[in-house]
């Protein structure tokens, strides 16, 4: 069965060269990219339009020209902005892009305290920020130049990685116990969203999902809801609706059956909600989607 990813383990880009540059249009192209982290850093920057994305359960509006920088290992989605669509392109890039020899003292100095939580920064910055306006000069020239990226230009986008690197560090700061705390915390809330991944379709309670994260019931709603914005039984019903939108543009599999695979035993409740999420019903949906296609 298909599912949404979570941890993204892909290599992005190659092996030797762990970078890629994408370009995104919301919802033409996706119509969100749920809530999932991974290894590499990230840049999101707007081109037009509007989209939201959502990090660490903080949901921030991009505009043209805004950008948001997303650390290692943090938890954050993309979706549709409620005043229309948007534009916009993304960077990854793995650590080990800055990493010379065994010991090498600028990645420990440098890299490895964003990695290991010791240095945190904002994520959000508009487009007349002051680090906006520095680096994106350098943003641009990797989008403007990816195609080249693995061929002949690789010293420019690496030359615009370090340059970059230099910024984050200048606006960064030194984790607070707190905030470290707080993100230890949320971290250990991934597991709530593994047990999702796998028991989608089965009754899941709130009592065996905060077991699997150590915490006690209210204590997990709370933090749970300040993660990803929504309560845990919201997320769960977004994620099963999720799942079968994919399944009705990607298969020949009946509404009905896609409905019970997804964890919906009532399909008039499973109509409802497919339809208040996508403003089509599922069958509407599925003739759209084989439309575009």
């Known amino acids: 069965m298909d599912y949404a990813p979570l941890q993204e383990t892909k290599i992005h880009g190659t092996v030797t060269f762990p970078y ?6 919301i919802p033409e192209w996706i119509h969100s990219f749920p809530l999932h982290w991974h290894d590499d850093f990230e840049l999101i920057y707007c081109t037009s339009g509007q989209m939201q994305v959502t990090l660490w359960g903080q949901a921030h509006t991009l505009r043209a020209q805004d950008l948001i920088v997303i650390l290692p290992h943090a938890v954050h989605s993309i979706e549709q902005s409620s005043s229309g669509d948007g534009e916009y392109f993304n960077i990854l890039f793995h650590p080990s892009l800055f990493k010379g020899t065994e010991a090498d003292p600028c990645y420990d100095k440098y890299v490895l305290p964003f990695l290991n939580g010791e240095k945190t920064m904002d994520c959000f910055y508009p487009a007349a920020s002051s ?59 991934k597991n709530a969203l593994y047990y ?12 065996e999902v905060s077991e699997q994260c150590g915490f006690s019931e209210s204590h997990f709603m709370k933090l749970f809801k300040e993660l990803t914005g929504m309560s845990f039984n919201a997320y769960l019903v977004n994620y099963r609706l999720e799942l079968a939108a994919k399944q009705l543009s990607g298969t020949d599999y009946k509404v009905i059956d896609i409905a019970e695979n997804c964890g919906f035993h009532n399909h008039s409740y499973f109509t409802r909600a497919f339809q208040k999420k996508y403003k089509k019903t599922p069958l509407m949906y599925r003739k759209a989607a084989h439309m575009e296609g």
């Open 131 to 189: 680090f906006n306006q520095t680096v994106t000069p350098s943003i641009l020239s990797m989008y403007d130049n990816r195609k080249e990226s693995y061929s002949t230009l690789e010293l420019v986008v690496k030359s615009n990685l370090f340059l970059l690197l230099h910024h984050m560090n200048q606006y960064s700061t030194t984790a607070t116990s707190d905030s470290r705390s707080l993100q230890l915390s949320y971290s250990r809330l």
């Open 196 to 207: 999702v991944q796998k028991f989608y379709d089965h009754d899941i309670s709130i009592r």
């Open 20 to 25: 890629s540059v994408y370009r995104g249009r």
